[in-house]
């Protein structure tokens, strides 16, 4: 079946300028994550979003990131006015929340290059 | 808040060796995992770890997990080239499931 898909794959903007990131997850996977992957580091946890839940965005870094899921699907990553330290990898995973834990599907990533 | 240690950061090995990288976290957790990361491509789940002694094994990987320690291992016997990598550790606390990541350990096994 398919993965998590995201898109773009990459992403060159200007500083200043405003991007949107989309993340596809696995259909039926209630949990979706958003995850930032600085050159060389482990990821950082930026948002959770769990059904119908309110979503856990105790992870944004600033403002300036927000995001958004429709339902269970498709969710938005916003980084609006981008500054250079934004250039990451951002990773998008889902994942089924039951009593047992199931682990975290990881997408490919859009690898953004803020100049 | 939530701390989670790798160490090696880099471990250059050679075919054909066994070694074993540590993954010290330091306040209680639920789950602990592992992933691998190839260059340039997303993580893939290797081990899920619940509870105090699991062990799990895939093919010339074995992760174990003691809670009291805090101290989750990879064991890695007779490697090949295939398995350089880099790998994660992550730590699963609370009910939402979000995960804390170590840095990471970038494994190249030499021929």
């Known amino acids: 079946g398919a993965g998590v898909s995201q898109s773009p794959s990459n992403k060159v903007t200007e500083k200043g300028k405003d991007v949107e990131l989309r993340c596809d997850p696995i259909?039926?996977?209630?949990?979706l994550y958003w995850y930032r992957q600085r050159l060389g580091q482990g990821l950082e946890f930026l948002i959770y979003?769990?059904?119908?839940?309110?979503?856990?965005k105790s992870g944004l870094p600033s403002d300036r990131f927000s995001a958004e899921r429709t339902g269970e699907s498709v969710s938005t990553l916003t980084i609006q006015r981008t500054q250079q330290e934004d250039s990451a990898v951002y990773l998008c995973?889902?994942?089924?929340?039951?009593?047992?834990?199931?682990?975290?599907?990881f997408g490919p990533g859009t690898r953004l290059l803020v100049l | 808040e939530l701390k989670v240690e790798q160490n090696p950061l880099f471990l250059s090995m050679q075919e054909g060796k066994n070694y074993t990288i540590y993954c010290n976290y330091s306040t209680t957790s639920d789950r602990l995992y592992w992933y691998r990361q190839d260059p340039g491509k997303s993580l893939e789940s290797l081990f899920v770890l619940l509870s105090n002694g699991a062990v799990k094994q895939e093919g010339r990987l074995m992760a174990s997990l003691d809670t009291k320690a805090r101290l989750s291992t990879l064991h890695i016997t007779a490697a090949v080239h295939d398995l350089s990598a880099t790998y994660f550790c992550a730590v699963d606390r609370g009910s939402n499931y979000k995960l804390t990541f170590g840095k990471g350990t970038l494994l190249t096994v030499n021929p």
């Open positions: 995973a889902s994942s089924l929340v039951r009593l047992v834990q199931e682990t975290q599907y």
């Open positions: 979003f769990q059904g119908n839940s309110a979503p856990d």
């Open positions: 259909s039926g996977h209630t949990a």
